[in-house]
């Protein structure tokens, strides 16, 4: 057996979740798998607390690696195999490992534990790969790498023995490669063995090389629809960085190549910009403070005949829309009012508003909510939980582009949580200035934790600065405001024969936009397709009547 370097650490850290027949794929996996020199991997078993594991003297015999079950403060070394001692908790600080004794009252998730530590640590250089196995523990996980900008693996379906783990990890969305054991183990080592893409380097070869990025804003425009010259440029930079990864390149004019010659390549990218990560009640305090200051105050004093109107943009897979609905519900029946509400929930990425638009979650909502919430909000769906109708018809999910599209009016309530973190100053500034627009006065503003109305201090004044809560004030808007530092160069908007009586209305209400006539008038369950069949707008529960394909 060769020499190992005992002190050397790693630039990837690996980690693997695996249950009910991983053992199967974890010999096939590391079987195939050489003495990576950059990599160390970790071992996550998902198995009851009193379980004996005999997983090292196993793994042992499928790899030339040192296999080591792991102890308080151990190092982290290259070229070494770690595995989660039963009845613990494991987290990575220092570049040694922490071991926590599981607790018999909270909910065991140990993939989910550490691969959360592991994107927090290792950001980019984070792998983590959901093996067989039952139930939805590595979910979370998941988010978390790929929200970090780490590689995401799962096994796919046909060679996991038991396949609950892997499908809620493909569930997700969030999953870059769905490949056997075999071909999980030969991606591992290319990427290992790839160069980084340094991140100065790249963002020094994209001023250098301006046209290119022109070319790839270009396509991407092409594509997807979407203008990402808005967005800013460290947001484009590192998902370029994850696809160049992907795609085994490490030069720009590599990856230009690719983008030309791939229009899925170019969808995937625009894809991974948009990518949101978002669960039910995130920030739980947050929507507590939510509840008590916005919420109950609106119910308190809505009429029976009035609609309390709420906005959710960038709503990404519905899990904010439902938690703020689920809210207002909690709240009407505590206050026993006679009132109702109806929620906009938009974004561009028409993918995750076909998830938002089911309203099915994996069974991971467990870990957001009471048990009496699942029974009374949820309902059991082949192994999944899909959310009420009495719910869904509250909410209307629509494809709305907030650097383009005309906003909503009459509003009393709007979420833009964690999404202009994303976009240029100048952007923001416009976004602020239409949501002065759209809000009633005394109508309310729910940001993310690092979002801030900017100059529009005046007319957003907050009421929970640390839950990023924000009251509406009219008369704080000056004009000087009004003016937008750039061009958003918007293309006509489709056309459609609207009917002289829309005309009539739209002149009476200034403030309401054609856009939202039309969408309100054909609720529920419509699709808007143009004369190529593309689909421009589609809201309702129209997913009990059609589904779309790829």
Known sequence: MREHNKTKRPEIIVGIGASAGGLEALQLLFSCLGNLESAAFVVIQHRAPDYKSVLVELLRKYTNMPVNEVTDG?????????????????????????????EQNELHHPIDVFFESLAKVKQEQAIGIILSGTGTDGVQGIRAIKEHNGITFAQNLETAKFDGMP??????????????????????????????????EL?????????????????????????????????????????????HVAELEDYLAILESSEEEVKALGNEILIGVTQFFRDKDAFEHLKTSVVEPLVKKATP????????????????????????????????????????????????????????????????FEKHHIAKYFNHVKGSYQIASSIRRKIVFAYHNLCQDPPFGKIDLISCRNVMIYFQAPLQTNIFYMFHKSLNHDGYLFLGKSEAPGEFSEVF???????????????????????????LNVEPREHFDIPSDYEKQEKESSEESLYIHFLEQFLPASIIVNE???????????????????
């Open 203 to 247: 963002s020094e070869a994209m001023r250098t090389h301006e046209e290119m990025l022109n070319v790839i804003y270009s396509l991407l425009k092409k594509h997807t629809h979407i203008d990402f010259t808005l967005y800013k440029d460290k947001t484009v930079l590192r998902r370029l960085e994850r696809r160049m990864v992907i795609n």
């Open 74 to 102: 151990m190092d982290i070394l290259s070229s070494h195999v770690y595995l989660v001692p039963p009845n613990h908790n494991m987290t990575i600080e220092n570049d040694h490992f922490a071991l926590k004794v599981y």
């Open 461 to 487: 004044q907050p009421i929970h600065q640390s839950s990023k809560i924000y009251k509406h004030n009219l008369l704080g808007y000056s004009p000087t405001m009004k003016t937008i530092p750039f061009s």
């Open 305 to 368: 005949k009035e609609v309390i109107r709420i906005w959710v943009g960038g709503c990404c897979t519905g899990e904010e829309a439902y938690s703020i609905a689920i809210l207002f519900e909690e709240v009407i029946q505590a206050l026993n009012k006679t009132c109702t509400y109806k929620i906009f929930a938009t974004d561009v990425d028409k993918r995750a508003l076909e998830i938002a638009a089911k309203g099915i979650y994996p069974e991971v909502v467990y870990q957001q």
């Open 167 to 200: 499908r809620n990890a493909i569930l997700t969305g969030l999953i870059d490669f769905v490949l056997s054991p075999k071909g999980i183990a030969y991606e591992v080592e290319v990427l290992s063995r790839l160069p980084r893409v340094d991140e100065n």
């Open 532 to 550: 190529d069949n593309d689909v421009i707008h589609f809201f309702g529960d129209y997913m009990k009547f059609i589904h779309l394909g790829q």
